[in-house]
Structure formats: C-alpha cells, structure tokens
C-alpha cells in the first residue's frame, strides 16, 4: 500500500519537522484501516456496520434523503466494491482514500476517523462527485 | 539595584520587545484556535484542542507568513542602504556615502580597535563573512521561514482541497500556486510600504528622543543624523 504522507518529501526534512505537517494524533494507517472496514461492511451487506463508520453529517444525510434508516438506505446507495486501499493522502484531519473501485474521503473526529464521501468519481478540476456525502 | 533589574534597564528594549512578541503570539493562538474551530463546527467536523491547534500546520503558516515577510523587510533594508540613500532621512547615509566604504570607517583589519570583535580584527575570510553577517542570518532566516510557509501552507491548502472533495496538490504544484503568492505577496506588500513611508516620513516628521527621528529641530535636509 502506498501511503503519501504530506512530509514525505525528504530534502525538506528541517522545515516538515518545525511544522509538524501531517503529524495527527492518529498513524495514517487508521484512516485506510476505516476505509477499508467500511467497504468491508457494504460488501457483506452489514449496514449497520458502515453506518457506524461514517462521519455525523454524512449519517444524517443518508437517513434524510432516503427518509429511512441509515442501516438499510446505505444499503441502496450502490456503493461500488472498494477493496484494498492502494493510496492513502493524509493532511492534517483530512484524507482521501483511494482503492482499486473507488476514492473516498475521511475526517477525523474525536473517536476516531469516519468517512464523509463515498462512491466518488472524478470531474477533472471540480469536486469529486459523490454517491455519498454530508 | 538587583542583577536582574539592571539587566532589564539595560535591554528594556528587547526585553519589551520579547514580551510584546510572546503576548502577541499566544493571542493569535487562541484567536486562530477560535476561527479553525468555528470553521470545523460549520463544516460538521470535529473542534481542536489548543495544543493540537498550535502543532497544526493551520497555525505554522499564519506565524511563518509573517515571520518570513519581516525578515525580508530587515534584510533589504540593511542590505539596500548600504548602495540607496534617501535624501533628508535618518535612516539612510549621506548621499556620496553609497557603498561599503573604506576598512579605515567601518574599523576592521589595521584599523580594529582593541575593543572591536575578534573576527573584525583578524582580516581575510572572517572579516569578509563578519562584514556581512547580519544580512546573511537574517536571510537566512528568512528563506527558512519562507520554506516552512510553503510546506505547512501546502498542508493547509491541500487540507481544505480534501474537505471540498478535491485532489490534494504536490508541494511543487503549491509553491506555484496562487495561495501560496498571495499569502507571500500580500504579506511584502505591507512589509515594503511600511519601511518606505518610514524612509520618506522621517525626512519631515519628528519624534523626540527617538534614535529612529532626527531631532527635532534638525533641518529637512539633514540626511543620516538621529536623535
């Protein structure tokens, strides 16, 4: 797995240390390791699972377009198989996850990293358009 | 009178100055923790402590913009007055003065007084480093507060990206950036218009007492006394 951490570049190793950039409270690998267990989840149909993964905002967004529980409505969201992540970007309490079928966004919050966006395609310079978001 | 109230008497000015930075620093702490933390509550995210905050990168480039534009005001001032001159400032040389002018005025090799610093007395490399020492550190400063601008506001940048459902940039992409300008840019703008006017003010105002004034009663064309 390919993980870009923002300090990655070493000739400036001085100025990345005084910074502190990208140092979270949390490895980078606990970004990924959500992001899989999420894709993980919609693959053995366990909504409540990804429901418990994902960020406040992005909950109640699932529950009021669809009117519905999150555990079932994120069931019907087509969210495409994710797999393996394969890259990992992480700056400050952001990050973008990127896996052989799809590209999702994370947040970190006080109990931990949560998915914010999922099932997200690219549209050239503009946002990431995502199935599911906050 | 104690040690350390003749020291203060003696260095109130940095002294007052070290204060006022320190007070000012943490002021901008807690006013930027307040703003990062009204921004993450509006993007439903989740607020930041304090010692978080202050170890963010949100908060290095705030204090490195700053940092690195003040440091380049110094440098070319110090550096810039030795060859411009402004006619009837305190703060420039005599115009005919423009240069580095003789070993015999700025007291180096045989011309080192007993009191001058070593590396002024020795000649040769040292002196030649020595004569531009002050320039060279606050260049150098200034170019490692640049540096630490351009990585923990490439931090900052790509940080916002992600929340907009962005791809993050290269540090290279950042550094060519507008951000990354404007943040530099408007910073120096600032920087150069404050050292101007005080350049051409002091041609014609006074302050009393102040060795950045001339004196009051000194004409507008006095070029390089102070008070």
């Known amino acids: 797995m390919l993980v870009m951490r923002p300090w990655a570049v070493g000739a400036l190793a001085g100025?990345?240390?005084?910074?502190?950039?990208?140092?979270?409270?949390?490895?980078?690998?606990?970004?990924?390791?959500?992001?899989?267990?999420?894709?993980?989840?919609?693959?053995?149909?366990?909504?409540?699972?990804?429901?418990?993964?994902?960020?406040?905002?992005?909950f109640h967004e699932v529950e009021e377009s669809a009117q519905a529980q999150c555990a079932?409505?994120?069931?019907?969201?087509?969210?495409?198989?994710?797999?393996?992540?394969?890259?990992?970007?992480?700056?400050?309490?952001?990050?973008?996850?990127?896996?052989?079928?799809?590209?999702?966004?994370?947040?970190?919050?006080?109990?931990g990293w949560k998915v914010v966006a999922a099932a997200?395609?690219?549209?050239?310079?503009?946002?990431y358009d995502c199935k599911l978001k906050g | 009178m104690t040690r350390v109230r003749r020291f203060v008497r003696s260095n109130s000015l940095g002294v007052v100055f070290g204060c006022l930075f320190l007070a000012a620093l943490v002021g901008q702490a807690f006013a930027g923790l307040a703003e990062f933390n009204n921004h993450q509550v509006a993007d439903g995210l989740a607020t930041v402590t304090f010692g978080r905050y202050v170890t963010s990168a949100d908060f290095a480039v705030d204090v490195a913009e700053n940092w690195?534009?003040?440091?380049?005001?110094?440098?070319?001032?110090?550096?810039?007055?030795?060859?411009?001159?402004?006619?009837?400032?305190?703060?420039?040389?005599?115009?005919?003065?423009?240069g580095r002018e003789s070993d015999e005025k700025q007291k180096v090799g045989a011309y080192a007084g007993p009191d001058s610093p070593r590396w002024a007395r020795t000649g040769g490399w040292r002196t030649r480093i020595y004569s531009s020492s002050?320039?060279?550190?606050?260049?150098?400063?200034?170019?490692?507060?640049?540096?630490?601008?351009?990585?923990?506001?490439?931090s900052t940048f790509n940080e916002e990206q992600l929340k907009q459902l962005q791809d993050p940039q290269s540090w290279l992409g950042y550094v060519g950036s507008a951000d990354f300008w404007n943040r530099s840019l408007q910073n120096w703008q600032s920087e150069f218009l404050a050292v101007g006017s005080m350049a051409v003010l002091s041609i014609y105002l006074r302050e009393r007492g102040s060795p950045e004034s001339k004196p009051v009663g000194s004409s507008h064309d006095s070029t390089g006394v102070e008070g």
Do not use: H
């Open chain 2, 134 to 154: 002050l320039g060279a550190v606050m260049g150098a400063v200034f170019l490692a507060c640049w540096l630490v601008q351009s990585v923990a506001g490439w």
């Open chain 2, 68 to 98: 690195q534009s003040e440091y380049l005001q110094f440098l070319l001032y110090i550096v810039l007055t030795v060859w411009l001159v402004q006619r009837g400032s305190p703060e420039s040389k005599k115009p005919g003065e423009q």
């Open chain 1, 72 to 111: 079932t409505a994120i069931l019907d969201e087509n969210i495409p198989a994710g797999g393996e992540v394969t890259e990992l970007r992480q700056y400050g309490g952001q990050a973008q996850a990127r896996m052989r079928d799809d590209t999702a966004f994370l947040a970190e919050f006080d109990d």
């Open chain 1, 15 to 58: 100025a990345f240390v005084l910074v502190g950039v990208g140092c979270g409270s949390d490895l980078p690998a606990a970004a990924s390791n959500v992001a899989e267990r999420f894709y993980q989840a919609i693959g053995a149909r366990n909504g409540a699972a990804a429901c418990a993964l994902l960020a406040p905002q992005t």
């Open chain 1, 120 to 127: 997200c395609t690219p549209q050239g310079q503009l946002p």
